[in-house]
């Protein structure tokens, strides 16, 4: 069954791979990306476009912290390829988030490839265009609503050891089903549920990946592990400066310049906004201190 699914979803998993390697490729070439900030906007709003449009609607490619919990299951009980495989689009997905993770964090698929996680950003990105004041989120509040999806997280797997039926109900926390699998139709309940997290993330960017995404939770744990840190900072930030914190999607910098990776989408506007001379304080300073001695 699994080779006759691989068969048919070839053009899927072709398309899949596609935008694995555009996604490798922009990580890889960040350094380059970063000091052009036009760019780094437009293909960010472009591939985010793409993530939501051919991953989530056209693909169904949406991971759940359920595959999370099944993956935690089959380790205890007798792990079986043939039990993932039969999903070439969601394999081929883990696959690429569990390397990515080794290297780049959560981020490569929270703040890239998640449709959802797309949506909502593209949303925010509209509705600040439009005019929408942004809500900041008072550091010491936004640390204490971190619990909510860690909690969401653990309650869903310790749940499944009970009754996997309670804890995939349990799961519907998650809106992707709704706004993805199923493309909004859905008994009006689900929807509204949807609507008012998008809702949220209108005035809150990433209101739903900050403090309710139980996938995000459970992806933050093993990402502890990644070999690499490709996120660069300045003995001066968070002393002498607090601008990338402010720029933060998701508040992930704290307030002494330190990015905290299980929070960290891996979007790249701190390193953006620390490479940009028209906006760091410390570049502007510099520039001005040589050119005094020039």
Not at 178 to 207: D, K, N, Y
Not at 234 to 258: F, H, M, N, S
Request: glycine residues 8%; contains cysteine; hydrophobic residues 55%.
């Amino acid at each position: 069954l699994w080779r006759q699914a691989w068969r048919d979803k070839r053009p899927a998993v072709a398309a899949v791979g596609a935008m694995l390697v555009v996604l490798t490729l922009i990580l890889f070439a960040q350094e380059w990306i970063i000091r052009r900030p036009g760019l780094w906007r437009r293909g960010r709003a472009i591939y985010l476009a793409a993530a939501f449009l051919i991953l989530g609607i056209g693909l169904n490619g949406q991971l759940s912290v359920v595959q999370v919990v099944a993956f935690v299951h089959a380790l205890l009980t007798g792990f079986r390829w043939e039990t993932f495989l039969i999903e070439p689009v969601i394999f081929t997905l883990w696959g690429f988030v569990a390397l990515g993770m080794l290297f780049w964090g959560r981020g490569v698929w929270c703040g890239w490839l998640c449709p959802f996680g797309a949506l909502q950003e593209l949303t925010n990105i509209a509705a600040q265009r439009l005019g929408v004041r942004q809500i900041a989120v008072p550091q010491a509040l936004h640390e204490r609503l971190w619990v909510i999806k860690y909690t969401l997280f653990v309650a869903i797997l310790a749940l499944s050891f009970y009754s996997m039926h309670d804890a995939i109900l349990l799961a519907e926390a998650e809106p992707f089903k709704t706004a993805i699998s199923l493309r909004m139709v859905r008994a009006w309940p689900f929807v509204a549920f949807v609507l008012g997290l998008l809702g949220a993330g209108l005035v809150i960017e990433r209101f739903y990946c900050r403090y309710v995404c139980a996938l995000g939770a459970g992806l933050a744990l093993p990402a502890k592990l990644k070999v690499f840190d490709w996120l660069k900072r300045r003995p001066q930030c968070g002393r002498e400066c607090r601008l990338c914190e402010t720029k933060c999607t998701v508040g992930a910098i704290d307030a002494i310049g330190r990015i905290n990776a299980n929070e960290c989408v891996l979007c790249l506007r701190c390193q953006v906004t620390m490479n940009d001379a028209g906006q760091c304080p410390v570049l502007k300073r510099r520039a001005r201190v040589e050119g005094t001695l020039q």
